[in-house]
């Protein structure tokens, strides 16, 4: 009792003009309208109209993005601006605020109020976002596209390759899908359907014995009804023929893997990762589809490797007799590609465990498909300076 009666005593002791309480109070109430007034106005800020509102967006960007499926599809759901470009987590969402505070300074000075600047900065400024969206791992892409919720029986067998090795890997959805919802800059070639016309190239009829290459990254299956997954296979990658039941090739991958762990990645050569795609973890431990050879230690980093041969199952399709074909089409496309910001190394001069990492960082300013990447990946790999002549 006594602890409430001083409380009361202090809040209602008079201040030179107003009691304590009253000011409390006051500023609570204040306070509440402080934030309800701040709240509204950035969500005002989160309107499409008002992302439209200045014609450098209105008649550039949006007019683009009403010519994607992400404004009008099946579903009718669509995106707006700040679905995709401002955070949902308020924290995330007020430091993008104040980064976006300069588009203001832009806006007042004329840095790209015409379509010519806007197109002159194009570029620049999509690098910016996908560097947004590389940092946060397509954060707001994931907060409508989430691998969990996937259904990928519905989804055609190379998207099914493709999106399943991204979901393993958690992968950002910006290091395939760039251009998906506004055009690519200028002399930002992709890959998009090129490989797709290479395909139509590969060799029909395979027989028995012979070996053939993978023109892409492939399904691989545990028997001839193709009703179980065993892993992938990755672009240029040898097989051999075993046998062929319609639809249905069995083939084998001589292949190498590192022990440690579930060795699920097959690799083409010792110590050199080259890969030549993966196993599903219960295939990697069966000796069931798999015979397993001698056994080296790598000197250079202490992990040991394992000569493996793999049987399994795949589809009649998509194999090319010569490799020559895949990297007359791997080499113009580095060439053109790859080229857009800088002059880009030759491709031996690094080695073969170096031009992932490279690669990788090229990626950034260029726009192919997994399949596509997969593939110049292994021609600068098989090119390097481990196989060259002439190497640096």
Known sequence: MQTIKRFWKIISKPSNHLSFGFLTIGGFIAGIIFWGGF?????????E??????????????????????WQNRS?????????????????????KMQASKEVWGTIFGTINTREK?????????????DRFTANNSLECKNCHNYNSMDFDIMSERAQVQMKMAAERDQSCIDCHKGIAHHLPEHMNSGDGTLAKLEEMATSGYKTGNSYYSVRQLPLFTDKTLGTEAGQLNAATKVTILAVEGDAIQ????AWRKTKGFGRVMFE??????????????????????QKGESKVDDLTGLPWQKVEVKLWMRNSSL???RDTLWTFAKSTYDVSCSVCHTQPAENHFDTNTWPGMFNGMLSFVNLDGDTQALVLKYLQKHSSDFSEESH
């Open 251 to 254: 083939v084998e991958i001589d």
């Open 320 to 322: 090319t007799e010569s």
């Open 269 to 290: 050569d010792f110590a050199m990762n080259i890969n030549d795609g993966f196993l599903t973890k219960e295939v990697a431990q069966s000796d069931q589809y798999m």
């Open 49 to 70: 109209e008002f992302c439209i509102s200045c014609h450098e967006m209105s008649d550039n960007v949006y007019v683009e993005l009403q010519d994607t499926v992400h």
């Open 76 to 96: 009718g759901v669509r995106a707006t601006c700040p679905d995709c470009h401002v955070p949902h987590k308020w924290t995330d969402k007020i430091a993008r």
């Open 118 to 130: 806007f197109l002159e900065k194009r570029g620049e400024l999509a690098q910016h976002e996908w």
């Open 39 to 47: 709240n509204t106005a950035l969500e005002v800020t989160n309107t």
